[in-house]
């Protein structure tokens, strides 16, 4: 049973460019939910897809934006990069439930460095 | 909105003591409660969580965390630390009866085991 798969693994970008990052879910699930760890710290939420929609949003600016395809993979763009973008970004993937999330299932990531 | 605060950002250990990792939380409502465990360059990894009932949960690798409500903590225990143990640790919360809410991360505890 497959777990999350996110790709690539490290990329490395020049400011100002833009970057897509991938990731499909663990088999059964339905949800996935985007996460920015930078160096040192807690991961911090971004958004969260569910039917192809943007369900939930965290504070961030709309440089970053999300996809999601009917087979639930996900898409992360970030627009416009800059060097304080540099960080791992995880993928989780859940199923929706009306009741809280207690699932989650995170991907190893993938290191964006902005140089 | 719900918070985590992990008391301590760094903890040293020596091999074969025991540890503790403390978190407490802030919430409105009632949460979910979860620690996760990240090795380095990896994603996260699940090592215990508290839905509800008994308030002692055990987790992998000998693991076990305490859930009091009055004191609004969830902290992590283990009787006898190996190197392996050695990583970042984080503590995180997620609402109950909201749907897919996000979780929310606390900055994270540096577990390192000595020698």
């Known amino acids: 049973d497959a777990g999350v798969t996110q790709s690539p693994t490290h990329l490395i970008k020049t400011r100002g460019q833009q970057v897509t990052l991938r990731c499909s879910p663990k088999s059964g699930h339905d949800t996935v939910s985007w996460y920015q760890q930078a160096l040192g710290q807690g991961p911090q939420f971004i958004f969260q897809y569910y039917e192809e929609e943007e369900r939930q949003r965290g504070n961030f600016p709309d440089r970053f934006s999300g996809h999601q395809f009917p087979n639930y993979s996900s898409e992360l763009n970030v627009n416009a990069l800059l060097l304080g973008d540099s960080a791992l970004y995880l993928c989780a993937s859940s199923l929706f439930t009306g009741q809280g999330s207690y699932g989650y299932t995170f991907g190893s990531g993938t290191r964006l460095t902005v140089v | 909105a719900q918070s985590v605060t992990q008391l301590d950002s760094q903890v040293p250990v020596f091999e074969e003591a025991p540890v503790e990792l403390r978190c407490n939380y802030s919430s409105s409502v009632s949460v979910y409660l979860f620690w996760y465990v990240q090795y380095p360059n990896q994603g996260l990894q699940l090592l215990l969580k508290?839905?509800?009932?008994?308030?002692l949960v055990k987790g992998i690798n000998g693991f076990e965390a305490e859930f009091n409500k009055s004191q609004t903590s969830f902290h992590l225990r283990k009787p006898s630390v190996h190197i392996s143990d050695t990583a970042e640790y984080f503590c995180?919360?997620?609402?109950?009866?909201?749907?897919?809410?996000?979780?929310?991360f606390g900055k994270g505890t540096r577990l390192s085991v000595i020698a």
């Open positions: 995180a919360v997620n609402l109950v009866f909201s749907g897919n809410t996000p979780l929310v």
């Open positions: 508290y839905l509800s009932g008994s308030t």
